[in-house]
């Protein structure tokens, strides 16, 4: 669930910014084109919890959880996503 902060806002950012470890909850997708297809079907649409699981030695790409199963996303991909922090990000 998405939550205010103190002053009735929500801090968005994009997937390529949580931290590992992190939590949070997809609220828009920027691409566009047969990439916004794909990452629609792979679960990240608006209102899917996504977990961090871990990063490659040099950060590209990630591994994520969404909807019961991980996907990996380069940093371009994941730029694209943009998601509300669930506590525990960066």
Do not use: F, H, N, W
């Amino acid at each position: 669930m998405v939550t205010p902060d103190s002053a009735g806002r929500t801090a968005i950012t994009t997937l390529d910014c949580v931290g590992l470890k992190g939590r949070c909850q997809v609220v828009g997708i920027r691409a566009s084109g047969a990439l916004r297809k794909r990452v629609l079907a792979m679960g990240m649409v608006p209102g899917a919890v996504v977990e961090v699981l871990r990063s490659a030695p040099l950060g590209d790409p990630t591994e994520y959880r969404v909807k019961g199963y991980c996907l990996s996303l380069r940093r371009a991909e994941a730029s694209l996503i943009e998601v509300v922090l669930d506590g525990g990000g960066k």
